[in-house]
Structures are given as structure tokens and as C-alpha cells.
């Protein structure tokens, strides 16, 4: 099989930014994908609805005539009302809402410190259907940064969903067995998003020959049972698991350095490596599904109507991508090759 054409797939999990950065990155995501769900972990955070219209209009622009729609999310704060909320659902341009437990990742530091804290906002969004995101770790510095999404499932979210069972939750950017199990054991309201870099590697890509800050996410990579039991999820077509890719661009500067940012800028090829790993796993017939289906399913939304056209065409990534200010945007498997390349 030399072309491969499926409807056109959404990204259910991407940082735009903003200002150059968000120019830069967003035609890379507008190329391939209809919708985005658009991370709000800005610098302040979009906490409320106005916070919102005002991204959105500097993401159309970034990203000029292209038909491209944002999706977008409020960052959920101990202090979210459930008025904010219900703005959110009228507004209809808000489709979730996200959940940063403080301190978990970049641009954290305003995120939930007490879930319990948000229970008028969670009332709301249960009665809404207004899904809830979550960033699924705890930060809690005694806890094993590579056993903080297992902890975080039987900490927060089990009682979580005990006490708001009809909660729409997508546990995003998934990276061990423990989470698959737990999604596939709940109902149909529990869904997951899965990114590329979690299929492609394990933690042992971080340390190759010396310390790799390219692959350094969060949450950060697992071992390979871990990467195994995503590969199963993500290519098993079933309906919970949908297509996220997590791109979270940093300046170069910003992730070769003593202290290194998290995030793997993936956006310049997500579809292309999704392609080329389902091929691997004899699954391409199940992209479609993952990419496409399953993410629209789950939130609610029609699916799109367009095609997209992937032909296995091998094309070498660039090395980096130029920024100003002689920065740049080093992209995941930066001169290798893929095999797989979108035509239209
Ligand atoms: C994200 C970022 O840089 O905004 N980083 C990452 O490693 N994924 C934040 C996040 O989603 O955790
Ligand atoms: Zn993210």
C-alpha cells in the first residue's frame, strides 16, 4: 500500500503559545489536522472566557486563510466558578477544561493545589458535559517522578470520578499500563488522548550516549512495557482512545540547558509519525479510527468530511526550524526519516 486516505484527523492535545512562537508553530498544525484542542498553559494561563475569544483571534491569525478551527480550553484554578463555566458551554467555542495539579509541568505554578477545591466548577461542567482535561500526575516530591501517573489514578482520580461519575474526563497524554487498564475498566464517559513520542520510545531514548533533552517530556517517558501497552491502546481502534499529540514547542536554548524544559515539539510531522508507527505495528487500517473518529465521538463533535492523503514516500526530517533572535525549534526525530509524507 503506497497512498493511504482517511478523514481528515483532529489534534486533541497541542500548545500553540503565542506571540512568534504560536506564528511559527500553528500552520504546522493547521496543515494537517481540522481542530485542535489548544493547551491554555499560557503565560498568565487563559482562566476565563474572555482570556479565550482573545486567543482565539491571535491563533486565526496566525494560522491566515487557512480553514483551520481552534478548540479551545479554560485552565482550570482553584478559584474557577461555576459561572465561568457556564460562559464556557454558551460560549461555544470553549470545549473542556483543563486540569494542571500545581506544579506538574511547565506553567503550572497557578494550577489546582486541591481538587476538592474546584467542586462548584466540576458540579457544572458534569452538568453540562463539558469535559474535564487532565495533566495525570501528583507532585507530591516524595513520589517517583516515573510512578506519578499510577499514584495519580488512585489519589485523585478514582475518587474523583466517585464523586462526579458522569464527569466527561479525558486523561491526557497517557504513558503506562496502569492507565490503559484504568480507562479500559471505566465507562464510556473516561477517555484518553496518546501522543507519538509515547509510541516511539521508551525511557532509555533519553539517555542515549548521554543525556538527551529533546526527549525530555512530561510525563516523562516510561519503560518499554509501559510504551507497549500504549502501542496496543492507540492501534486496538478502540473508541477511548484518541489521537493527542501533546507538540509543546521550547526554544532551543530553552531545553539544552542546566535546566532543561519539558516538551516534544511534534506538530511539524504528527500525522506523518502516527502513519509511519501504526505501519510498524501492521495497524494502519486503525488510524483512521484514532485519528479521526474516536476524538469527535467522544467530545461530541461531528466528524470532519474532508480527506487526507498520506503516500509512503520517505522524507528527512529538518534538522531544526529557524526562530527569531537566532533562535530555533528543534522538531522530534530531527534528521531522521519518515516514512510516511502527507500529499493534501
Ligand atoms: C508541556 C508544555 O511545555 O507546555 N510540556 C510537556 O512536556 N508536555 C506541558 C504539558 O503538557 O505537560
Ligand atoms: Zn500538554
Redesign the pocket.
Known sequence: MNQLQITCPDDWHV?LRDGEMLRQVAPYTARQFARAIV?P?LQPPVTTVRQAVEYVDRIVAAVGDSPFEPLMTLYLTDDTSAEEIILAHKSCFVKAVKLYPAG????SSAGVSDIRKCDAALAAMQELGLPLLV?GEVTAAEVDVFDREAVFIQQVLMPLMNRFPKLKIVF??ITTADAVEFVLNTGLNIGATITPHHLLWNRNAMFKGGLRPHHY??PVLKREQHRQALLYAATSGHRKFFLGT?S?P?NRSSKESGCG????FSAHAAIEIYATIFEQQNALDKLEAFASFNGPDFYGLNRNTDIITLEKSPWVVPESYPLADGESLIPMLAGETINWKLIK
Open positions: 500548545h493547551m498553559n506538574a509541568t511547565t506553567n495533566h491526557e497524554h517530556c512530561l501533546d509543546a521550547h524544559c519539558a516538551g516534544i
